[in-house]
């Protein structure tokens, strides 16, 4: 690729709103402090991390409720204040001047956006900024990454840094994919089996015995939510259902369609990647039960408003033989055109419940684009994963929606070239087809674009065991989505981003990123 072009914007990644340059230059390279309200404490310290992660100098934060923004002082100063009503919590305004930097957000998330952009100026310039106004503001509310963790275990400090670059991209929501037919990743309380043998399965790929396994317990969760809050990111669990649900018949198999006949029959964690015919047993009504008491942990340790329940590639066959699934079906009579037991319809019906009880908590329900069926309340969210023509149907049929389409866009799991060397599975996604999706396909009815919220990235980890592949995988895909997601329509421009990323590579370099060349 050709990153000779000249960049504009600074190098930002992703491309602001507006960005007009200045004479002059602040110089910030030798440190300098930073001066904001109480109320924004916590962002300024963030602030202060990255200049002196990216800088190695001294960023010391003051208190000050009546901030003046004097830049009169013989030192550069660097400035957060708030601003009234202006473009939403995520607005801000960075003016950059010799004497120092002003950050003007509107509320605390703005803060951190511009922050982000304060810290990728810093680095590429090693603390001397050109003198510039920016302005700017996201494009879609829901800006998201998804983390497979149940197929290869990742760890606390890694997912950490997976949230700073979220945040230093511009990201708000974190999708952790907790549960799966290879591993249960949750600690319960209630039910530690679930993650004593859920989350530890045989590696048949090797010679010689190799165990994978890891779970998160209450600690590990409370610290990833404190770490993405002060980032401002929404941490999203996925707790798969009614499919992808073998790791937890490993230690429920009672939860089964065959464990309703035979409770001793054995399940274990897969080994194997795919979709498995067990799924949860929809006439049980043990299952609801026990999920209850797991979204009853999950809603205390989750502070967000959204719990994300799966609904994909679920196999109708042992609902169809099973007693208690097909008395299930004729006590509430679903059937297909034809008369016939409709499996399907008790798959919306069990969605339903799902939907039901996070609402009963306080929470939204998500889903995979499965869940979206005529009875299905409009508050749930349809994740649209499997083409743009589940997008555009998903709004129409006026719910909220998240694109992420597998087809050249989302999926970054993918191969990034043809090149039968290059890592990855199940199709090619390169960094210029991501940079061409647009969440808004064709399709849409009149008056139903406000119906897709937002679109994300999706890193599925069956092929992958270590952080360093993780990263490969996604960058710099994944600031190539980020851009997508942030900035304007109209201001997105392929070539300059491809000279924006020759300044910008060097700062995922800084930050030890495994991105690839």
Same mark, same amino acid.
């Given at each position: 690729?050709n990153?000779k /072009? /000249?960049?504009?914007?600074?190098?930002?990644?992703?491309?602001?709103?507006?960005?007009?340059?200045?004479r002059?230059?602040?110089?910030?390279?030798?440190?300098?402090s930073?001066?904001?309200?109480?109320?924004?404490?916590?962002?300024?310290?963030?602030?202060?991390e990255?200049?002196?992660?990216?800088?190695?100098?001294?960023?010391p934060?003051?208190?000050?409720?009546?901030? !003046?923004?004097?830049?009169s002082?013989?030192?550069p100063?660097?400035?957060?204040?708030k601003?009234?009503k202006?473009?939403g919590?995520?607005?801000?305004?960075?003016?950059?001047?010799?004497?120092?930097?002003?950050?003007?957000?509107?509320?605390?998330?703005?803060?951190?956006?511009?922050?982000?952009?304060?810290?990728?100026?810093?680095?590429?310039?090693k603390?001397?900024i050109?003198?510039?106004?920016?302005?700017?503001?996201?494009?879609?509310?829901?800006?998201?990454?998804?983390?497979?963790?149940?197929? !290869?275990?990742?760890?606390?400090?890694?997912?950490?840094?997976?949230?700073?670059?979220?945040?230093l991209?511009?990201?708000?929501?974190?999708?952790?994919?907790?549960?799966d037919d290879?591993?249960?990743?949750?600690?319960?309380?209630?039910?530690?089996?679930?993650?004593?043998?859920g989350?530890r399965?045989?590696?048949?790929?090797?010679?010689?015995?190799?165990w994978?396994?890891?779970?998160?317990g209450?600690?590990?969760?409370?610290?990833i939510?404190?770490?993405?809050?002060i980032?401002?990111?929404?941490?999203?669990?996925?707790?798969?259902?009614?499919g #992808?649900?073998?790791?937890?018949?490993a230690?429920?198999?009672?939860?089964?369609?065959a464990?309703?006949?035979?409770?001793?029959?054995?399940?274990?964690?897969?080994?194997r990647?795919?979709?498995f015919?067990?799924?949860?047993?929809a006439?049980?009504?043990?299952?609801?039960?026990?999920?209850?008491?797991?979204?009853?942990?999950?809603?205390?340790?989750?502070?967000?408003?959204y719990v994300?329940?799966?609904?994909d590639e679920?196999? /109708?066959g042992?609902?169809?033989?099973?007693?208690?699934?097909v !008395?299930?079906?004729?006590?509430?009579n679903?059937?297909?055109?034809?008369?016939?037991?409709d499996?399907?319809?008790?798959?919306?019906w069990?969605?339903?419940?799902?939907?039901?009880?996070?609402?009963?908590?306080?929470?939204?329900?998500?889903?995979?684009d499965?869940?979206?069926?005529?009875?299905l309340?409009?508050? !749930?969210?349809?994740?649209?994963w499997r083409?743009?023509?589940?997008?555009?149907?998903?709004?129409?049929?006026?719910?909220?929606?998240?694109?992420?389409?597998?087809? /050249?866009?989302?999926y970054?799991? #993918?191969?990034q070239?043809?090149?039968?060397?290059?890592p990855?599975?199940?199709?090619?996604?390169?960094?210029?087809?991501?940079y061409?999706?647009?969440?808004?396909?064709?399709?849409?009815?009149?008056g139903?674009?406000?119906?897709?919220?937002?679109?994300?990235?999706?890193?599925?980890?069956e092929?992958?065991?270590?952080?360093r592949?993780a990263?490969?995988?996604?960058?710099?895909?994944?600031c190539?989505?980020?851009?997508?997601?942030w900035t304007p329509?109209?201001?997105?421009?392929y070539?300059d981003?491809?000279?924006?990323?020759?300044?910008?590579?060097?700062?995922?370099?800084?930050?030890?990123?495994?991105?690839?060349?």
């Amino acid at each position: 690729m050709n990153y000779k /072009k /000249k960049s504009r914007c600074g190098g930002l990644v992703p491309a602001p709103a507006f960005y007009r340059e200045r004479r002059g230059i602040c110089d910030i390279s030798h440190g300098c402090s930073i001066v904001a309200p109480f109320d924004w404490l916590d962002e300024a310290r963030l602030l202060s991390e990255w200049l002196e992660r990216a800088l190695i100098k001294g960023f010391p934060v003051e208190i000050d409720d009546e901030v !003046s923004s004097s830049l009169s002082s013989r030192e550069p100063r660097l400035f957060i204040s708030k601003r009234g009503k202006v473009g939403g919590e995520e607005w801000h305004k960075i003016d950059i001047e010799p004497a120092g930097i002003r950050l003007l957000a509107e509320g605390a998330a703005g803060v951190v956006r511009g922050a982000s952009s304060i810290a990728q100026l810093a680095l590429s310039g090693k603390g001397r900024i050109p003198a510039a106004t920016i302005e700017d503001y996201p494009r879609f509310a829901w800006r998201g990454l998804m983390l497979d963790t149940a197929r !290869s275990y990742f760890g606390i400090a890694f997912i950490e840094k997976m949230l700073d670059l979220a945040a230093l991209h511009k990201l708000n929501t974190l999708h952790w994919h907790l549960t799966d037919d290879q591993a249960w990743r949750l600690e319960l309380s209630f039910a530690p089996e679930a993650a004593e043998i859920g989350s530890r399965r045989l590696d048949g790929r090797y010679n010689l015995p190799l165990w994978r396994a890891g779970s998160y317990g209450v600690a590990d969760i409370a610290r990833i939510v404190e770490y993405a809050r002060i980032r401002h990111i929404t941490i999203v669990p996925e707790i798969e259902t009614p499919g #992808h649900a073998v790791a937890l018949l490993a230690s429920h198999p009672e939860f089964s369609c065959a464990g309703a006949a035979d409770a001793d029959k054995v399940f274990k964690p897969e080994d194997r990647f795919g979709v498995f015919d067990d799924i949860l047993c929809a006439g049980n009504d043990d299952v609801f039960s026990f999920i209850g008491r797991v979204l009853d942990e999950v809603c205390a340790l989750f502070p967000g408003p959204y719990v994300h329940m799966g609904g994909d590639e679920a196999p /109708k066959g042992k609902w169809r033989t099973c007693p208690r699934c097909v !008395s299930r079906m004729e006590t509430l009579n679903f059937r297909d055109e034809k008369g016939e037991l409709d499996p399907e319809r008790l798959q919306a019906w069990f969605m339903g419940r799902m939907a039901d009880m996070l609402a009963a908590r306080g929470r939204r329900m998500i889903g995979w684009d499965e869940i979206m069926n005529e009875t299905l309340g409009r508050d !749930s969210v349809v994740m649209a994963w499997r083409n743009e023509g589940r997008i555009a149907a998903a709004a129409n049929a006026s719910f909220d929606v998240v694109a992420c389409p597998q087809t /050249k866009a989302c999926y970054l799991d #993918h191969k990034q070239t043809e090149e039968p060397e290059e890592p990855g599975q199940l199709g090619v996604c390169t960094l210029e087809d991501c940079y061409a999706f647009d969440p808004v396909p064709q399709g849409i009815d009149p008056g139903q674009e406000e119906r897709i919220i937002g679109a994300q990235g999706n890193l599925w980890s069956e092929l992958l065991c270590f952080g360093r592949q993780a990263e490969y995988m996604l960058f710099p895909r994944l600031c190539a989505l980020a851009e997508v997601f942030w900035t304007p329509k109209a201001r997105r421009n392929y070539p300059d981003f491809l000279a924006r990323m020759s300044v910008h590579r060097r700062r995922l370099d800084a930050w030890g990123v495994n991105s690839r060349r």
